[in-house]
Each structure stands twice: as C-alpha cells, then as structure tokens.
C-alpha cells in the first residue's frame, strides 16, 4: 500500500470523527478481516477516567471505547493536520484538535491530541492509539476546570 493510499483511509476515519458520523460509519474504517486484531488504546492513568489506561479488543472492545468516550464528552470544532505516513509499518500519526466538554460537570478545555492508526493490508485500522491531555479531562470530571483552558 502506498503513502497516498494509507493517508486516504487515515483521513477517512478521521473526517468521520470530525463529522460526528455514526458509530456504524466509524466501526466501517476499522479491520474487517482482522478484527480479533483491533485494538483501541488511550494512553494515561486508568484511574483518571474509564477509557484511559486500558487496551479495548476487537470490534466489541472498540465500540465498548466509543460508547464511554461518547457517554462522557461531547466535542466540537474537531480538526486534524501534520500527517505523518511510515509506509513499511503501515502506520500514520496525526496531530488533532479539538474544543471537549465532561457532559456531567459542562466543564470545557481546548485539546491537542496525537492519533497514531496502525492499518491493515486493506488500508483498514487495526491499532487506533490516543495520546491526549488526561489532566484536563480527570479535572473536568470533576468540575474543576471551569474556566481554565
């Protein structure tokens, strides 16, 4: 698969992330044919927040981590830029941004993240990592970051 092919279906997920698109929409971009093989990954310390520190498995483990990252905030103004393509990994990071909010406590925090999405032979993710800012979401939970951004 060349760079221009595992950018396309990097960018795919992506845009659906940024569109609020569907779980169904999402789940689309992920292994098929390896889906015992996905993992999702937030890096941080599990005890910050449910979907941090602990690896999700398979296509039940990914919407298992969409569901609680769904439950627990809402974002807006997603956007994403600095693709970084290693084509004989098949691997693609990227730098996104984005405004959250703990729907629980309305606490908002503007966010850098890094996605880094290992994919399949069929340009399909299979290792979606996160690493995000598990400070500003563990004090929004607990309303601690209102007027901090």
Not at 86 to 96: F, K, L, N
Request: hydrophobic share 40%; glycine share 6%; charged share 25%.
């Amino acid at each position: 698969m060349d760079r221009e092919a595992l950018l396309h279906h990097s960018k795919a997920l992506c845009t659906a992330f940024a569109n609020h698109d569907s779980m169904d929409q999402i789940v689309q971009c992920f292994s098929s044919t390896r889906a015992n093989d996905i993992r999702c990954f937030e890096h941080g310390l599990q005890r910050l927040a449910p979907f941090l520190g602990r690896s999700f498995q398979g296509v039940d483990g990914l919407k298992e981590y969409f569901a609680i990252i769904a439950d627990l905030l809402s974002y807006e103004t997603m956007e994403f830029s600095d693709y970084i393509v290693d084509v004989e990994e098949r691997v693609v990071s990227v730098r996104g941004k984005a405004k959250f909010t703990w729907k629980s406590t309305g606490n908002s925090w503007d966010e850098v993240f890094i996605y880094r999405l290992q994919l399949d032979e069929d340009g399909k993710v299979i290792v979606y990592e996160v690493w995000a800012d598990s400070g500003a979401a563990y004090l929004a939970s607990k309303g601690e970051l209102a007027g901090d951004n």
